[in-house]
DNA sequence: AACCAAGTGGAGTGACCTATCCGCTTATGC
DNA sequence: GCATAAGCGGATAGGTCACTCCACTTGGTT
């Protein structure tokens, strides 16, 4: 709306102070933290403790949760999307494509927050909303060529890898300490039920005792 | 503890007021309704709204959540071990396999709060924790019957099957309306993988817009 | 009909959350 | 060095939640 507002400079309205610049990446950095382990349902509160300042910086330089989601995980959509394309151009397609999807999946197990960044729908963030939509397109000419390829099964659709890392994520929010374990034994069978030759190898199961007393306990307030 | 406290009747320790016991079946009731829609995280006054009832009447006679998703989800879980004990006796054990894995998965996918009730860890509530057992025993017989069959292939773990409900209980969660459709994909992707031919029918993938657009806005706060 | 324990609903408590307001502090340009 | 706008954080408003307390009501029994 307003033409040129000052210099050149038009991706931040104006310069941060250079301490407001400190507290903004340790918001960042803090959030990183907090949502890895937490996920996104993490309170701002926690998070500007974390980060060591009032509550009312947090919400001065980030007016919505969208605005933190989005500087916190714009890189890791980044290294997503980089490795869509990484994969698409590799030599062989199904390797490729074996790759990208036990890779996404692990990144998920290792990244509570980004696991549900990775299923969910961001309404008004176009950043994360464009990064997704590369990798996406990046992935269906992948999923051409492994096809082509004769290894991956013509009936796979590109709907398959959302479908799959929502299953995935509720795996590992499912189950706490033996989600990793149970993650990658689900992505085997699905690699088993994407490949033409259903030959893959299959990860060991978790055992019963660490997948059932794994499981989180409730999911609001602790019974007495 | 107390020695026998009154007559032969132990279950319950006194009858309920005939009033008392017909406001306890509408809040079950309104639970079960309640649960269905929202899933187990619904909360206690709404479900008391919703039966007519004082929050306090509730309270009184569900000390603590996991009282009441137990009144609500016993007969659920008990007619899940019943399908799991057929499904163990039936003529050709892989139909029985592939037809309780459809059927399990499709309560969960009308039922948000069933949905979770099968992926989650019940900390004291014994009856459910039985059900379960035996369901998941009359399943590893099955498991059994149907390698022997040759139908099943060998590598497939009893924890299979609490995995594939996790996963669906995820992208049940992570998208709404599309919702139906991405479960039994996923389901019929898993079955593939289970199955020692690897020639199980796909059902049709969600086309992308559904997809992408049922998935839930955000974890929290509607953004602006 | 009268008694009363069993039962009831709603107000109240405290915890936790998002989000905003406002008086004080400080980095920066001159 | 000084003026000042930018930035700060704690207090606070206003919401939801689980859960309790208590004065009143009512079903069942005699």
Redesign the pocket.
């Known amino acids: 709306m307003e033409p040129s507002s000052e210099s050149g400079m038009c991706k931040r309205a104006?310069?941060?102070?250079?301490?407001?610049?400190?507290?903004?990446d340790r918001i960042v950095e803090a959030a990183r933290k907090v949502y890895r382990r937490e996920g996104l349902?993490?309170?701002?509160?926690?998070i500007?403790r974390a980060a060591?300042?009032?509550?009312?910086?947090?919400?001065?330089?980030f007016?919505?949760?969208m605005d933190l989601i989005t500087a916190v995980f714009e890189d890791a959509m980044q290294r997503n999307r980089d490795a869509a394309v990484a994969a698409r151009d590799a030599e062989s397609a199904w390797e490729g494509f074996r790759g990208y999807v036990e890779t996404v999946c692990a990144l998920q197990a290792a990244n509570r927050g980004f696991a549900e960044v990775l299923t969910m729908n961001y309404g008004t963030a176009k950043v994360l909303e464009r990064q997704r939509q590369e990798a996406f397109e990046a992935f269906t000419e992948l999923i051409g060529r492994a096809k082509r390829e004769g290894r991956l099964r013509e009936d796979f659709s590109p709907e398959d890898l959302p479908i799959l890392l929502m299953a995935n994520a509720g795996v590992l929010g499912a189950v706490g300490d033996a989600g990793a374990a149970a993650s990658k034994r689900l992505v085997g069978q699905m690699l088993r039920a994407f490949s033409e030759s259903g030959s893959e190898p299959l990860p060991p199961a978790p055992s019963p005792k660490e997948l059932f007393r794994g499981m989180v306990r409730q999911r609001?307030?602790?019974?007495?």
Chains 1, 2 share one sequence.
């Open positions: 104006r310069r941060l102070r250079s301490d407001a610049e400190q507290n903004r349902s993490a309170s701002m509160a926690g500007a060591g300042v009032g509550i009312a910086t947090l919400f001065r330089r007016p919505t949760r609001r307030s602790g019974g007495s």
